[in-house]
C-alpha cells in the first residue's frame, strides 16, 4: 500500500492543523498510525487507530489535544491537531501495517509508510 500525507504546515501556538492521509488501498486492511520526528530526535509514536474496531490509542504527550480518525470510504486516515505548542514542531509521518495487532505504538509494527509531512508551531 502507498500513503500520502498532506496538510502540514506552519501555525502559531494555540492553533489547529488536520493532516491526512490517503492510502492507495483499504484501509479496512490495515492498522494506521501517526509518528513524528523532531530535528535531531528519534522518531516518535503520536496516535494510532485499529483497522476493525476503531479503537484510537494516543501518545501521553499528545492525549487530549489531538484526534484520530479515519474515512473507509476516502481510504484516508486524519490527525485533527489542537492546542498546538512548539514542541509538536516535527515531520508527521504516517503508517500502515497488516500485522495482527500486537505492539500498535511501535515503529517497527508498521511496514508502509508515507512520505512525511512539516509541522511548525510558533511560539
Known amino acids: 500500500v502507498q500513503l500520502q500525507a498532506s496538510g502540514g504546515g506552519s501555525v502559531q501556538a494555540g492553533g489547529s492543523l488536520r493532516l491526512s492521509c490517503t492510502a492507495s488501498a483499504r484501509i479496512t486492511n490495515y492498522h494506521m498510525g501517526w509518528f513524528r520526528q523532531a530535528p535531531g530526535k528519534e522518531r516518535e509514536f503520536v496516535a494510532t487507530i485499529h483497522r476493525s474496531n476503531g479503537n484510537a490509542v494516543y501518545s501521553d504527550s499528545v492525549k487530549g489535544r489531538f484526534t484520530i480518525s479515519r474515512s473507509n470510504t476516502k481510504n484516508t486516515v486524519y490527525l485533527q491537531m489542537s492546542s498546538l505548542k512548539p514542541e509538536d514542531t516535527a515531520v508527521y509521518y504516517c503508517?500502515?501495517?497488516?500485522?495482527?495487532?500486537?505492539?500498535?505504538?511501535?515503529?517497527?509494527?508498521?511496514?508502509?509508510w508515507g512520505q512525511g509531512t512539516q509541522v511548525t508551531v510558533s511560539s
Open positions: 503508517a500502515a501495517s497488516s500485522s495482527v495487532a500486537y505492539n500498535r505504538g511501535s515503529d517497527s509494527f508498521y511496514s508502509y
